[in-house]
């Protein structure tokens, strides 16, 4: 039997999120480092890294503002979260070379919200066949990138002047 050494996942596993306020608003009061794992601030809306990534390059389009859904959002911070998506999906097929992307956002604990109250929009990016064997009978998936790689890099290109 072959096992999958991933001890970081513990940690999520044992307690999840445990601060006494709302994860992205803690993350808004810090700096930017790799330790938060932000990517980019605009002027309404973040981009971050998911600590718990789905797949490599598994990045969230956040509001500064605290809203448990895209209702109550203004158009400008909605306007500026599509663009950022946008710019993301650039960026992730730029340092992943991805075939294709899941775009979501779960909102509300029945939809499987992590952060019920701070809506967020889901950036994964995908590749032919990656849906293999492991994902498929042990349920566990392969992230072969550490997430201070993935920041390093996605950094790198988020703060990279966008070609006109």
Sequence with gaps: MRHLWAPWRMEYIKKGYQGP???????????????NLILYRGERAFVVLNRYPYT????????????????GLDQ??????????????????EAYAADGFNL????????GAGVEDHVHLHLVPRWQGD???????????????????TYTLLRKLWSTPRQA
Excluded: K, Y
């Excluded at 979501?104 to 939809?111: D, F, H, P, V």
């Design 21 to 35: 306020d709302c994860l992205f608003c803690t993350l808004i009061a810090m700096e930017d480092s790799s330790e």
């Design 56 to 71: 490599n390059g598994h990045t969230m389009v956040v509001p500064f503002d605290h809203h448990p859904s895209l209702i």
């Design 76 to 93: 400008e911070t909605l306007h500026e979260m599509i663009r950022l998506t946008q710019r993301g999906l650039e960026i992730l097929r």
């Design 104 to 111: 979501g956002g779960n909102i509300g604990e029945a939809a």
């Design 131 to 149: 849906t293999n064997f492991m994902a498929t009978t042990a349920n566990t998936r392969v992230i072969p990138e550490s997430l201070e790689e």
